[in-house]
């Protein structure tokens, strides 16, 4: 599955073929869940999408501050004080 470029990138992902999404997606992977790098790669080319362990390494390396900038920064909002018991661990 050849997949083409987009005209209009974030300037973050140019000089990469692939899409945005699939860049985004293998270092979420690899980050997110106890996935060793040639886990992540085969779960992306079972989608067809033909990418080497190095390269989602250099994807986790590159990408990998601006993602958790970006989840912070989401994630930043006002803490309450106020507790539900569905929150609580005792």
Request: net charge positive; proline share 6%; glycine share 4%.
């Given at each position: 599955?050849?997949?083409?470029?987009?005209?209009?990138r974030d300037?973050?992902?140019?000089?990469?073929?692939?899409?945005?999404?699939?860049?985004?997606?293998?270092?979420?992977?690899?980050?997110?869940?106890?996935?060793?790098?040639?886990?992540?790669?085969?779960?992306?080319?079972?989608?067809?999408?033909?990418?080497s362990h190095?390269?989602?390494?250099?994807?986790?390396?590159?990408?990998?501050?601006?993602?958790?900038?970006?989840?912070?920064?989401?994630?930043?909002?006002?803490?309450?004080?106020?507790?539900?018991?569905d929150e609580?661990?005792?």
């Amino acid at each position: 599955m050849r997949m083409t470029a987009v005209k209009d990138r974030d300037p973050l992902y140019r000089h990469h073929h692939l899409p945005a999404e699939v860049i985004a997606h293998a270092p979420w992977l690899y980050f997110q869940f106890p996935l060793s790098l040639w886990m992540v790669e085969g779960l992306l080319a079972a989608r067809e999408i033909i990418v080497s362990h190095q390269t989602i390494q250099q994807w986790a390396e590159k990408f990998g501050r601006t993602f958790t900038k970006e989840i912070r920064r989401r994630s930043s909002g006002p803490l309450g004080d106020k507790w539900y018991l569905d929150e609580v661990v005792v």
